[in-house]
């Protein structure tokens, strides 16, 4: 069983260090863990440091993966591009890497489904250089997937796509991580997100891991006004689950500024 557990993980660019002190418990096979928090708290360097990117102190604990080379793949941020390669080349180029360059028939489909799955088929023979920007994320989200990693870093992998893409992603990488035994962890901004697709969230402020457990007990509205400075509510939906709804934001000084009412129901 694929485990990960990080162990007073820091991180560091130079010598300041940006992450320090994150411990988390063991995440296991199937999970999906949310890594959330304000603009430069530090979830990009996390992912950095777990995907030996970066150094510093602490350790990463993976256990239980097939082979220890290609356990874990870290899907960036940016993800732009100026390859002259076409879509389905680049997709296949990372199914290959780092293994023998024959290509087989399990190859070939495992590619076809990946890209029907995120819809992208239509797009095969395009040059990467040529993308829409959602297109581009698209991609880059395929090239992740056909490594069939242990452990899967996407850091903000929605940023970029529409509301349905969003939804079918979310859905699909879930899916994925329950069927074939990945630990996923995505840096988002949508809290709703996390709410809906996560089974953990890990919370990370200045650098600083602030609380990591369930996503609807982490995500409170004591938790929104510590780290993000919004008086904000989780109502539950018709389904059940949870929704954040802000209300008002802090100026500097911490004075909360009451939102207008047609921007209340827009969450977070
Ligand atoms: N290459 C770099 N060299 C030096 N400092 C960096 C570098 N990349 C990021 N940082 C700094 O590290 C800190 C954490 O940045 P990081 O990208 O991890 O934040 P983040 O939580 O992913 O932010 P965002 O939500 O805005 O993407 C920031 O202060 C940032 O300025």
Redesign the pocket.
């Known amino acids: 069983m694929v485990t990960l557990r990080l162990d007073d993980i820091g991180a560091s ?2 010598r300041k260090l ?2 320090q002190g994150v411990t988390t418990p063991a995440f296991t096979c199937g999970e999906v863990v949310a890594v959330i ?10 992912f ?1 440091r777990i995907a030996g990117l970066l150094r510093g102190p602490g350790q990463v604990h993976i256990e239980g993966v097939k082979q220890e080379q290609d356990a874990v793949c870290y899907m960036p ?1 940016d993800t732009s591009a100026n390859s002259v390669l076409t879509v389905y080349e680049s997709i296949l180029l990372a199914r290959k890497q780092g293994s023998s360059w024959s290509v087989g028939d399990d190859d070939l489909k495992y590619i076809d489904e990946t890209m029907d799955a995120l819809g992208i088929s239509g797009i095969a023979f395009k040059n990467i250089g040529e993308l829409s920007g959602g297109q581009r994320q698209l991609a880059s989200l395929a090239q992740s997937l056909v490594r069939e990693p242990d452990i899967l870093l996407m ?2 992998p929605t940023s970029a796509l529409d509301l349905s893409r969003q939804m079918e992603v979310l859905t699909h990488v879930r899916s994925l991580a329950r069927l074939r035994g990945m630990v996923v962890l995505i ?1 988002l ?1 949508d809290l709703n997100h996390a709410l809906r697709f996560a089974d953990q969230t890990l919370v ?1 402020a200045n ?1 600083q891991m602030i609380t990591c457990g369930p996503s609807s007990e982490v995500i409170t509205s004591a938790l929104l006004r510590e780290v993000y400075h919004v008086e904000a509510r989780i109502e539950p939906c018709s389904r059940g689950l949870g929704q954040v709804i802000v209300d008002s934001v802090a100026e500097k000084g911490k004075t909360f500024t009451r939102l207008a009412a047609e921007s209340c129901s827009q969450g977070a």
């Open positions: 660019y130079g940006l992450v928090g304000p603009n430069a708290a530090g979830k990009s360097t996390l950095k941020q850091d903000e840096a901004h990370i650098g």
